[in-house]
T-cell receptor
Framework: DTGVSQDPRHKITKRGQNVTFRCDPI?????LYWYRQTLGQGPEFLTY????????KSRLLSDRFSAERPKGSFSTLEIQRTEQGDSAMYLC?????????????FGSGTRLTVV | GQQLNQSPQSMFIQEGEDVSMNCTSS?????WLWYKQDPGEGPVLLIA?????ELTSNGRLTAQFGITRKDSFLNISASIPSDVGIYFC???????????FGQGTTLQVKP
């Protein structure tokens, strides 16, 4: 499978716990993006990396959120002290530097439920 | 911040009918994209538009990049049951790859 892989697909956690999600992009893609999608809404941009550098962060990314891409390959998104409002689908996408359209691929997402 | 207004919010049509949905923005975009999302999956690209006025087809789907660069529409002709899903428009400014998404149009097709 050469697509974008996300793990886990589903995560249920208690409020206040920390969670971490992983994204493995398409191997030749050096840009990696995180989005959040709540029910009935379109995806909202959170942050993106070019190689290992985090180049942009949305105001949606509070201090409890941190994303890393230490070796410019896979990325992790950690949420500390989860709140019920964090319940959402977290989508990862990857692309080449100039890639949109055909060159921009989403993973299947991680569905987070905070109880 | 930038927002895309997508309409209609939902559609319930008969198989074989044509469908039209559109997106408008107060901001100029240099790329317009249309995605389809099935439950529990990520968005899948349908059509990408890169130039104002561009009209592009992909099978039964046709999309246009508005002349003002602030709007786009998607048409689906002769709908079939597998067209069911949520359709999103997305726009891009600059060259970061960051996409702004509309709120989605939920399409249901009655056989």
């Amino acid at each position: 499978d050469t697509g974008v892989s996300q793990d886990p697909r589903h995560k249920i956690t208690k409020r206040g716990q920390n969670v971490t999600f992983r994204c493995d992009p398409i191997s030749e893609h050096n840009r990696l993006y995180w989005y959040r999608q709540t029910l009935g809404q379109g995806p909202e941009f959170l942050t993106y990396f070019q190689n290992e550098a985090q180049l942009e962060k949305s105001r949606l990314l509070s201090d409890r959120f941190s994303a890393e891409r230490p070796k410019g390959s896979f990325s992790t998104l950690e949420i500390q002290r989860t709140e019920q409002g964090d319940s959402a689908m977290y989508l990862c996408a990857s692309s080449l530097p100039q890639g949109v359209g055909d060159g921009y691929t989403f993973g299947s997402g991680t569905r987070l439920t905070v109880v | 911040g930038q927002q895309l207004n997508q309409s209609p919010q939902s559609m319930f049509i008969q198989e074989g009918e044509d469908v039209s949905m559109n997106c408008t923005s107060s901001s100029i975009f240099n790329t317009w994209l249309w995605y389809k999302q099935d439950p529990g999956e990520g968005p899948v690209l349908l059509i990408a538009l890169y130039k104002a006025g561009e009209l592009t087809s992909n099978g039964r789907l046709t999309a246009q990049f508005g002349i003002t660069r602030k709007d786009s529409f998607l048409n689906i002709s002769a709908s079939i049951p597998s067209d069911v899903g949520i359709y999103f428009c997305a726009g891009r400014t600059g060259n970061t790859g960051k996409l702004i998404f509309g709120q989605g149009t939920t399409l249901q097709v009655k056989p």
